[in-house]
C-alpha cells in the first residue's frame, strides 16, 4: 500500500523559510519521479517542482525560480522542497507526487502523476 506523507508546512511570515519534506513507502522509490504541486482557494492546481529519479533532471516553476529548491535522499525514500524568501502569493496546499512515467524537463513537468500524498497547508503573512 503506497503512503505518502507530506510535513513541513505551516504559518510563516514573508521572507521566512520553510523545509517540507514527503516520506513515501509502498513503491520503489528511487525509481519514480517526484513532483511537488500546490493549490490555493479558487485556483488551480500549479507544478512547483519536480525531479526525475536519479536527481539529475529537475523542473522549477518560473514562480518560484531561485527561491525554492527540491532534492531527494533515495536512502531516506524522502523529497524535499526548501523555499526561501516566502511571499503571500505562495500560500496553498502543497502536495507530493511521485510517478513512475511521467517525464521531468526542464521546461516541463505534467500533473498526471499517479501517487499524491494528503497536502501540507503552508500560509506565508504579509
Known amino acids: 500500500q503506497v503512503h505518502m506523507v507530506e510535513s513541513g508546512g505551516g504559518l510563516v511570515t514573508a521572507g521566512g523559510s520553510l523545509r517540507l519534506s514527503c516520506t513515501a513507502s509502498g513503491f520503489t522509490f528511487h525509481a519514480y519521479n517526484m513532483g511537488w504541486f500546490r493549490q490555493a482557494p479558487g485556483k488551480e492546481r500549479e507544478g512547483v517542482s519536480c525531479?526525475?529519479?536519479?536527481?539529475?533532471?529537475?523542473y522549477i516553476a518560473d514562480s518560484v525560480r531561485g527561491r525554492f529548491t527540491i532534492s531527494r535522499d533515495n536512502a531516506k525514500n524522502t523529497l524535499y522542497l526548501q523555499m526561501n524568501n516566502l511571499k503571500p502569493e505562495d500560500t496553498a496546499m502543497y502536495y507530493c507526487?511521485?510517478?513512475?512515467?511521467?517525464?521531468?524537463?526542464?521546461?516541463?513537468?505534467?500533473?498526471?502523476?499517479?501517487?499524491w500524498g494528503q497536502g501540507t497547508q503552508v500560509t506565508v503573512s504579509s
Open positions: 525531479i526525475n529519479w536519479s536527481g539529475r533532471s529537475t
Open positions: 507526487a511521485a510517478d513512475a512515467n511521467i517525464p521531468v524537463l526542464a521546461d516541463r513537468c505534467d500533473s498526471n502523476f499517479r501517487y
